[in-house]
Every structure is written in structure tokens, then in C-alpha cells.
């Protein structure tokens, strides 16, 4: 039985070099959460360090026609205007299993954008014969271009997929997964675990809900996170296996735990994924992951962050795909 409620399992995604400092959060009374005041004070510290439209945007579209492009609303944040575009291979096919593919749901964790990037240019057209593929690859634009955990109201996305969410762009992927209701086999979300989590997002959670910081390890090397209420071992296997390739897999800490979490096979961990609100509830999928890259680690590059989330794509497309036809 795992313990949830003791754990420290905020997680720790994201990448990069170019993260905020931890100057961008504003300081809040000790024991009080943040009110309006302190949210409009953080978002203004936020600075654009990169550009969606170029890095997400101009790459997708020159995809056409080998995908089909599905706009699915636009995310206002001010007088910015941000489109919101997913990937599809074509007409949905009935009987086909859907495939759902998401990145950018935590905007600063960049392999998690490009992977899902980098799967559509050079796998996707391969692999997805047999399914219905629909990828979102960069949920959280406004996020995105600020390399930031949360969004514009200093809420997290990956803990707001829930009925009326307070997140817009959780709520506009919802409205476009609910076209094709009960109809996923498959959604794998694609993530980073960063030394900035420690550093930076998680102090600044603890500061937005007025609780004190309680430092925890970050784990060096890739690992997944199932469903503890739909625990899919066998998916969770292959795709490990797959990345296990390209490379390493975190290790269990002295408790046997990953971030605070058992350990329930290598390189994977389970949360309740649908109590949490976080993004592998959006379907209803029979089979979901969520990857955990860790870009930080002096035994990996950028280039080979992405290669591991193309790998777990390809591997879990490949795993539906099978059963499929067995
Ligand atoms: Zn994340």
C-alpha cells in the first residue's frame, strides 16, 4: 500500500539552463498563501526568454500535409495571444485506438516540447498507421516562452485537470480531447525532473500556499510515473526498456524511493493521477505515462533529453499498436 498522503511528491519537472531566478517570486507573509496582489506581483516578474511561435508554432505547421494541423482555441494572457495547435495523422478512424501524445504542460521542460516535436517529424508518420495519433506538443505557451512551472495566474497546470479547472489551457485541451471521448487506449505525457525544482518551484510553491520548504533529492536519470489507481506494469516496462538505450535510468534512493515515492519497478513510481488533477487523467486512456527526464545530469545533453522522450513515445505507440493487434 503506498502512503500518498505522507509523501513529498511534488514533482520536480523541468529543464534548462535558462530558467527564473528565484528573485522572480515575491515574498509572502510566513503561513499565508498568496492572494491576488502577490500572483500580479509574480506574473511581472516573469520575463519571455523564448519565442513559441518560432520554437513550436513555425515547426508544426511546416509539418502540413504530412499531419493534419487541429486548432483548438487561443489562450489570452493580456494583450499576448497565444494559438493553441495540436497534431493529427489524418481523419479519426472508429475502431482505430486513439493515441494522445502532450507536452509543454509545465512550459519549462523543454525536451518534453521537443520530444513530441521531434516524434512527429521523424516517427510518427511510421508508427501511427494503425492508430488514431493526436499530439499536443506544447500545452502551456505562455509558460513556455517564461520557462516557468506555472502559468500566467501562478497555477500549475499538472495539478489542475479537474472538473471547471482555474488553468485555460487545461481547460481548452480538455474541450479537445472530449471530441473523441472514450476513445484513447493511450496517453503518454511528457515531462523533466530539473535541479530548478529544487532551487526554484518548489520554494516557490511552498511560498504561494504559505508552507514551509521542506528540501527532498532529485533523482539523476529518466523514470516514469503510472496510475496507482490503473497501474499499467507492462507498458511502463517496455517503455523503459526503450529508453533504457538512450539513457540512464534513475535509481532507487536509500529508501527505495524516487522523489519521495516507492519504487514499484525500475524506473517507475505511481501517483493518483486522477485525485491530483494531472494531465494522464484527461482521457479516461487504458494505458497512460508520465516520463520524467532529468536534464541536469552531467551524464546526458539536451540532444539526448529529447532522443529518451521520442523513445518512450515511440515505445508506448508501438505497445497499444501490438495489443491491437493481438
Ligand atoms: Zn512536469
Known sequence: MVGYATLECEPACCLNPMHSDLSATPVSRPGEPWGVAERRAWRQRQRVQRRYADDVLKPLLALIPRFEAVPYGELAVGIERFELLAMRNGPWCPGRPGVLVTGGVHGYET?????????????AEQLSAGVNLLVVPCVSPWSYERV??????AVD?????LPDSPAREVAALQRLVSLWAGQFTLHIDLHETTDTDESEFRPALAARD???????LIPDGFYLVDDAENPQPALQAAIIDAVSRVTHIAEPDHKGQIIGCPVVAPGVIRYPVKDWGLCTSVTGARYT????????SARTNPEQCIAAQVAAVCAAVA???DSARR
Open 289 to 296: 505515462s508520465i516520463t520524467e527526464v532529468y536534464p541536469d
Open 111 to 123: 525536451s518534453g516540447v521537443m520530444g513530441a516535436l521531434r516524434f512527429l517529424q521523424t516517427q
Open 157 to 161: 497546470p499538472n495539478r489542475s485537470f
Open 319 to 321: 505497445f497499444v499498436s
Open 210 to 216: 504559505g508552507k514551509p520548504f521542506e528540501p527532498g
Open 148 to 153: 516557468q512551472r506555472w502559468n500566467a495566474d
